[in-house]
C-alpha cells in the first residue's frame, strides 16, 4: 500500500534486509508460513464441533465448557501484540518456531487431558503459541517476499488460510469427531506443527529491532486487551450491567489508556504509535475490526440455524461450509493478482459491497430454507466479499513497515479482528437473544423441550423465533460490513502495489 516518501529513501539505505529465499524455495516458504496459518486458524473453530462429546466424555459442566473455546480467544486475542513485539526484538523465524513448539506441545497435552482443568490450561497454553506464531508468519511474509507481484502472490495465499480456516475447522472437526474421537481435534496438529518446525530452515530471518522489551507497555498492552476480551465475553453471557462486566470494561479502559500514554514517552515503545501515521495502515487496521465483527459472528449463527433449525448433524454442517471455503480461496487468488492493477480501495470496497449483500441475503433465511437455493448463494457471495477484502487490509497491514516494526504491525491487524470478532459475537449474541425471546420467551430452551416432548407444534414455533433472532444478528453484521465499507472509502487512498519483482521487502516504519 502507501509508503512513507518522507522516511523511505533512508529506512532502504540502512534497513539491513534478509535476503529473500530464492528462486522455488519462496514456494517453499510460502508452504510452511500458509500452513503454520491455516493450523492456528483453524483451531479457533475445530473445537467447536467437539464441545458435546467433549462435555460428556469429561464430564465438564454447562458453564465451564465455554471456557473450552473463550480461554483460547481471551489469551489469543489479550498476547498478540506482545507476540508481535517478540518478534521484532528476538527475531521472527526464532518466535516462529517458538510459537509452533509451543502450540504444537500444547495440543498434545489437550488431546491426553483426563479433565476439564487441564484441558482448559491446554486451550490457553495454544492460545500462547498462537499468539507468537500468527504475527510472526504474517511478518514473515514482508521479511521474505519483495513487494510487489511476488509478495501479492503470497498475500492471496495468507489471506486464502485465514479465511479458509475457519470452516476447515468445522469441517475437520466433525469428521475426527464423528469417526475417531474428540481428541483427535487436538492430535492432528502435531504431525502438522513437526512439519512446519522442520520446513522453517527455508525461511529468510529478518532485521531485528535493537531496542529492548518494553515491560510496562508490555504489562498493559496485553492486560488491556485482555480485560477488554473478556468484558466483551462476560457481557454476552451475563449482561452488560453485570458488575464484573463493567468493572473489567473500566480495567480496559484505564489499562489501555495508561498503555497509549507510556508508549508516547517510552525510548522502546512495544506499540510504535508511528505506526498510525499512515492512514491507510490505520485504515486497514479499522476496516479489519468491523469484519471481525461480522465474520466471526456469521459462522456463529449460521452453525446454530444449521444444526437447531435444519438438524444437520456435525459433519453435514462442515460440508455444508464447502461453498465457503471455495468463494473465499477464489476471491482471495483473484484479488492478490488485482493488487498490482487496482488501488486497495478498488479491490477492498466492492469486496465489502458484496460482503455486505451476503449477509443481507443471510437475513432472509426462513426455517424451512433450501440450501441449494438460499444458503448455499448466499455462502460463496459473502466469501467472495471477504477473499476481496482481506487481501488488500492484509497488504496495508504490512507494506511500507520497517523490518524491525512488521511483528507488531502483523500482530496489530490480528488483533483488530480478534477484538473485533468478540465484540461482534457478544453484541450480536445478545441482539439475537433478544429479538428470539421477544417472539417466543425462552425460545432456545423451548426448542430442547419441544424436541424432548415430541411436540412438533411447539417446535416449529421455537424455530421461527430463534430464526427471527438469527436473521436480525444477520441485518446488524451487514452494518458492520457497511461500516469497514465507509472506512475503506473514506481512509484508504492508497494507489497500487509495485510491480517490480526486486522491490525491497519493506522499507519505511
Do not use: C
Not at 484479488?335 to 443481507?360: C, D, E, K, Y
Not at 421477544?438 to 419441544?450: C, E, K, N, S
Not at 436480525?472 to 451487514?478: K, P
Amino acid at each position: 500500500m502507501s509508503t512513507d516518501s518522507s522516511a523511505s529513501a533512508t529506512d532502504q539505505r540502512s534497513a539491513g534486509h534478509a535476503e529473500a529465499p530464492p528462486g522455488r524455495r519462496l514456494g517453499l516458504a510460502l508452504f510452511v508460513i500458509a500452513s503454520a496459518q491455516l493450523m492456528v486458524v483453524l483451531d479457533a473453530t475445530i473445537t467447536n464441533i467437539a464441545l458435546p462429546s467433549i462435555q460428556t466424555d469429561l464430564d465438564v459442566s454447562a458453564s465451564n465448557l465455554a471456557w473450552v473455546v473463550n480461554a483460547y480467544a481471551l489469551a489469543f486475542g489479550g498476547l498478540l501484540l506482545l507476540g508481535g513485539r517478540t518478534g521484532d526484538l528476538y527475531g521472527q523465524r526464532r518466535m516462529f518456531r517458538v510459537g509452533i513448539a509451543t502450540f504444537t506441545v500444547a495440543s498434545l497435552l489437550g488431546g491426553l487431558a483426563q479433565n476439564e482443568e487441564l484441558l482448559i490450561g491446554a486451550r490457553i497454553l495454544q492460545a500462547i503459541g498462537a499468539a507468537i506464531a500468527a504475527p510472526s508468519a504474517l511478518s514473515l511474509i514482508a521479511t521474505n517476499f519483495p513487494e510487489g507481484k511476488p509478495r501479492n502472490r503470497a498475500m492471496g495465499v495468507y489471506a486464502a488460510m485465514a479465511g479458509l480456516g475457519s470452516t476447515v475447522g468445522l469441517l475437520l472437526g466433525g469428521v475426527l469427531t464423528n469417526y475417531l474421537d474428540w481428541r483427535w481435534v487436538f492430535f492432528v496438529n502435531i504431525p502438522i506443527g513437526a512439519a512446519v518446525l522442520v520446513g522453517t530452515r527455508v525461511l529468510a530471518e529478518g532485521e531485528r529491532n535493537r531496542g529492548r522489551l518494553d515491560v510496562p507497555g508490555a504489562i498493559t498492552g496485553t492486560g488491556g486487551p485482555i480485560a477488554l476480551v473478556y468484558a466483551i465475553t462476560r457481557g454476552g453471557d451475563d449482561g452488560w450491567t453485570d458488575g464484573l462486566t463493567l468493572g473489567f470494561l473500566a480495567a480496559a479502559l484505564v489499562l489501555l489508556v495508561l498503555f497509549v500514554a507510556l508508549q508516547v514517552r517510552t525510548t522502546h515503545p512495544m506499540m510504535p504509535l508511528r505506526l498510525f501515521k499512515d492512514r491507510n495502515r490505520a485504515g486497514a487496521y479499522a476496516s479489519m475490526l468491523s469484519v471481525g465483527a461480522g465474520m466471526f459472528a456469521t459462522f456463529y449463527f449460521l452453525t446454530l440455524y444449521m444444526q437447531q433449525i435444519l438438524g444437520y448433524s456435525p459433519v453435514k454442517t462442515g460440508l455444508a461450509y464447502l461453498p465457503f471455503s471455495v468463494g473465499m480461496g477464489v476471491a482471495a487468488g483473484v484479488s492478490s493478482q488485482l493488487a498490482a492493477r487496482l488501488t486497495p480501495r478498488q479491490i477492498a470496497g466492492p469486496g465489502l459491497a458484496v460482503g455486505a449483500a451476503g449477509m443481507f441475503w443471510f437475513a432472509t433465511l426462513e426455517p424451512g430454507a433450501s440450501y441449494v437455493t438460499h444458503l448455499m448463494p448466499a455462502m460463496f457471495v459473502t466469501a467472495v466479499g471477504l477473499g476481496m477484502t482481506f487481501v488488500p487490509m492484509t497488504l496495508g497491514a504490512v507494506s511500507g513497515v520497517r523490518d524491525q516494526d512488521s511483528g507488531i504491525a502483523s500482530a496489530l491487524l490480528n488483533t483488530s479482528q480478534q477484538v473485533g470478532g468478540a465484540l461482534g459475537l457478544a453484541v450480536l449474541s445478545t441482539i439475537s437473544t433478544s429479538a428470539a425471546n421477544g417472539q417466543l420467551p425462552d425460545a432456545a430452551d423451548t426448542l430442547y423441550r419441544g424436541l424432548a416432548l415430541k411436540d412438533f407444534g411447539l417446535v416449529a414455533k421455537a424455530g421461527d423465533a430463534l430464526t427471527h433472532g438469527y436473521t436480525t444478528a444477520f441485518v446488524v453484521a451487514a452494518v458492520f460490513f457497511i461500516g469497514g465499507l465507509l472506512i475503506t472509502l473514506s481512509a484508504i487512498n492508497a494507489g497500487k502495489q509495485e510491480q517490480g519483482e526486486s522491490a525491497p521487502a519493506a522499507h519505511m516504519g
